[in-house]
């Protein structure tokens, strides 16, 4: 594919040329600098590793012997803070809807007013309709008894 792209093989080559071109000590210095970065971040990781190790056979033994009470404490803080969440939330929901309902009984119009009034429409129009069929249910029962 690079045969067809003249650009693509120009720049290669001039990249290459540009590669060979550096003094040897340039290149020298690249090496050791990325040796030097590769071989400190393998060397951090080996001493986290290894102190990962020693953290945890130390607090091993401390975590068996409090776990009695570290459980149950665990358990308490994080049923807290769940029902501190809860409460924000709902606390935070009421206010919304409160706002909400003040907002539309001030006739401001806030969104899903529109269809709070039609489902309001809907509902009267079932309503009465259902009040007819009572009364002509009540009247025919009536007639029909007499």
């Known amino acids: 594919m690079a045969e067809h792209h003249p650009y693509g093989q120009q720049h290669y ?6 590669h060979q071109q550096q003094p040897l000590s340039h290149q020298v210095v690249k090496a050791v600098t990325a040796a030097t970065a590769g071989g400190s971040l393998l060397v951090l990781s080996g001493l986290t590793l290894a102190g990962t190790v020693i953290a ?3 607090a091993t033994p401390v975590l068996v012997i ?7 404490a665990v358990i308490t803080v994080g049923l807290l ?3 501190f ?3 924000g939330g ?3 929901a009421a206010v919304t809807v409160l706002s909400w309902i003040y907002r539309y009984v001030t006739g401001k119009h806030p969104p899903g007013a529109d269809q709070l009034d039609q489902a309001r429409m809907k509902l009267a129009s079932k309503a009465r309709e259902m009040k007819d069929r009572a009364e002509q249910f009540g009247q025919q029962h009536l007639t029909s008894q007499s």
């Open 90 to 92: 709902f606390g935070v």
């Open 13 to 18: 080559q001039h990249h290459h040329q540009q």
């Open 85 to 87: 969440l809860a409460s």
């Open 81 to 83: 803070i769940i029902g």
């Open 66 to 72: 409090f776990s009695p009470v570290l459980v149950p």
């Open 56 to 58: 945890l056979t130390i």
